[in-house]
């Protein structure tokens, strides 16, 4: 299997996002040959568990339903409607032993469950923070639904495993929303908005918190199960790459991808991205985590950024984030 999915290679199950969108659509009166008109995507496909489906086809798909549904609410119900469309996986997660349990396995599969955007977990001080990145191109208009849709889901997930409703805090990268019942009403009044990054951050100690309706027997059953992991997708990949050795050059990262530089500038102006963006989006990552969650001041970030005086670190961070690291830290300590 290769180590990463290009955009119109299909390794998606209809498990999950896709089917939450198909089976969210028909709920609320859609036309479903309408919904699916241009995607690749047939209602016979639905049907068939052996079907698989690019990542171009669920971006498609995503853009059809934001537009038949232009809804404060799109995103949050398609969050809750996909906790019930992950099949066996899903049954994994419901029926662990602890809260902890259910998300280390969610960690180690999001590929399957959520295959647009790159996740991260960082625990410190007694604090879990969850870095969730879209991969899709900058300019989409579905990363604002997509991310509503992921946070609705783990919410719920959390929930569901905690028997209540879990101190969580969410960090969003758009705008504060004109309709905020929507957000509140779904996850609740922890919110922040304007963020340099996506983030949800809870108590470590809820790692510990028993599953009222765990099932041992059912847990062990279906952690035995074999299952068939997707690759990650093309850009995951980079940003797991990136994460790791964050300094790489575009050429070191053609390298490790198998292709030449040309081949590979290609291919990121066809997933819609530049190397120039993905490599600030890991470097805001990095310098976000080490102010405001480390709590580390300029110098040492700008060093281990490997810039080569403070200002011009500060003067960086400003033009990414539209913050200053100040601004940053004051922000997060509201």
């Not at 946070?151 to 990268?173: N, T």
């Amino acid at each position: 299997m290769p180590r990463f999915a290009l955009q119109d290679k299909k390794v998606i199950s209809n498990e999950g996002l896709i089917s939450a969108i198909a089976e969210l659509a028909l709920a609320r009166g859609a036309d479903l040959h309408k919904l699916l008109r241009g995607t690749g995507i047939f209602s016979d496909d639905l049907l068939n568990p052996h079907s698989r489906f690019s990542h171009h086809q669920l971006m498609r798909l995503l853009a059809q339903y934001q537009g038949q549904f232009p809804h404060p609410d799109a995103g949050f119900l398609l969050g809750q409607q996909l906790l019930n469309e992950l099949g066996t996986v899903g049954q994994a997660l419901l029926s662990a032993p602890t809260v902890g349990d259910s998300l280390r396995m969610l960690q180690r599969l999001y590929q399957h469950i959520a295959p647009l955007v790159h996740v991260r977990y960082h625990l410190y001080q007694r604090q879990v923070h969850v870095f969730i990145t879209p991969t899709l191109a900058p300019e989409s208009k579905a990363t604002e639904l997509l991310m509503q849709a992921y946070s609705s889901a783990f919410y719920a997930l959390l929930k569901r495993l905690s028997q209540g409703y879990p101190h969580c805090h969410f960090d969003f990268a758009c705008k504060r929303p004109r309709h905020m019942y929507e957000f509140e009403h779904n996850l609740g009044t922890r919110l922040r908005f304007a963020q340099p990054v996506y983030k949800w951050s809870f108590a470590a100690s809820m790692l510990r918190c028993p599953n009222d309706n765990a099932s041992l027997l059912r847990w062990q059953r279906l952690q035995s199960q074999p299952r068939c992991e997707s690759p990650p997708y093309f850009i995951d990949a980079l940003c797991q790459l990136l994460s790791r050795q964050p300094h790489l050059s575009l050429a070191a990262l053609a390298q490790h991808m198998a292709m030449s530089p040309a081949t590979f500038k290609r291919k990121l102006k066809e997933h819609g991205w530049r190397f120039s963006q993905l490599q600030q989006q890991q470097q805001t990552l990095r310098a976000v985590y080490l102010l405001s969650i480390r709590d580390k001041g300029n110098d040492y970030v700008a060093n281990r950024l490997a810039f080569y005086d403070t200002p011009n670190f500060r003067r960086a961070f400003k033009r990414w984030t539209g913050l200053t690291p100040s601004e940053l830290k004051e922000s997060m300590s509201l």
